[in-house]
């Protein structure tokens, strides 16, 4: 009978788990981003500036470049997806014409190009297509409602973190016995401080990583230059691999262009990303914790396994605080005895 109940109860908490995923992303999303801003509030309280009154400062620019994100450069990467759609679709539309697809596909022949080359230009341009991708209005409706509803509650959540941290941080430490508390608040200051080092230098090389990619493309002429630059900021937010994803995405996008251009962009992108890693990444990231290449890209695959884009920003500084805990808690122990 015992056992009976303890399963059960298992299985309740783990039902109860499952139907509060979606707030506990919330949650999680919020207070990462809580701690993204907290080295700024931090830099305005030790030049004087009171708690809330510095979280006002940090949260109001972070709101208002968001609402810049939005109000400019949203609707304007809209737009430019419907003409790289149509220059994708011309460009489809005039490789039969090429060279090297009229020797492929006389010496390819189990490679069938002109099927595929078809199928896709009638996926680009039937309009029934595209709207079973998106999967229904009704559903792209539901899911912008849903949208609009998570960042309201996101914002809020991330305003209550980032005013209120220091009164959450000495909550835990009641739990935890008096002896124990002064090297458990060094620990968690110190965990916390990496971990918002880390999201906040991300976020300052995706920014880079964006700008460099819409100064790039729109020398090389393409046709949607600020739609390749929000798509290289979100790729440049994943660990390691995220760069390299978004610059062959680009890549693949300038080839609508030209040839030649596109690998020019590629020779390029090359050299930021060489950049990227050993001058500008060990400077942003340089009071974060260290941590080894193989434990960053293993965290970031399992991250994305199990999470998505998200499960992959989220797993690297997880990661961060156990190397750290291990590093300050888990050593010593075993040293010690």
Known sequence: ?????????GLAVLGALSAVATVLVYVGVALF?????????????????????A???????????IALFVVAVLPLAVQQ????????VETLRGLPDQAWYIWTSENLVALDLNGLLSSLTELLTDPR????????????????????????????????????????ISAVLRLVPRSRRPMTRSLLD????????????????????????????????????ILLAVIAFVAALIPVVGTVIGSVLVVLATLTVSP???????????????????VLSPRVMSRAVAMPGVLVIVAALAGAALGGVLGALVAVP??????????RVVLPLQEAR
């Open 1 to 9: 009978m015992l056992a009976t109940l303890g399963v059960g109860a």
């Open 33 to 53: 981003l809580a701690l993204a801003l907290e080295p700024a509030i931090r830099f305005l309280t030790s030049r004087g500036l009171p708690r809330w009154a």
């Open 55 to 65: 979280a006002t400062v940090a949260i109001v620019g972070f709101a208002l470049v």
């Open 81 to 88: 997806v419907g003409i790289f759609i149509a220059q994708l």
């Open 129 to 168: 297509q595209l709207s079973a991708i998106a999967g229904g209005v009704l559903q792209v409706g539901t899911g912008l409602i849903n949208g609009v509803t998570a960042v309201v509650i996101v914002a809020a959540l991330t305003i209550y973190f980032a005013v209120t941290l220091p009164s959450m």
């Open 190 to 225: 110190e965990v916390l401080d990496s971990v918002g080092r880390y999201v906040s230098g991300q976020l300052i090389l995706a920014t880079i990583n964006a700008t460099f990619t819409l100064l790039l493309t729109t020398f090389a002429g393409s046709p949607a230059p």
């Open 260 to 278: 030649v251009a596109a690998l020019v962009v590629a020779v390029l992108l090359l050299v930021y990303m060489q950049v990227e890693a050993y």
């Open 318 to 327: 997880v990661a961060a605080a156990g190397l750290l805990i291990i590093n």
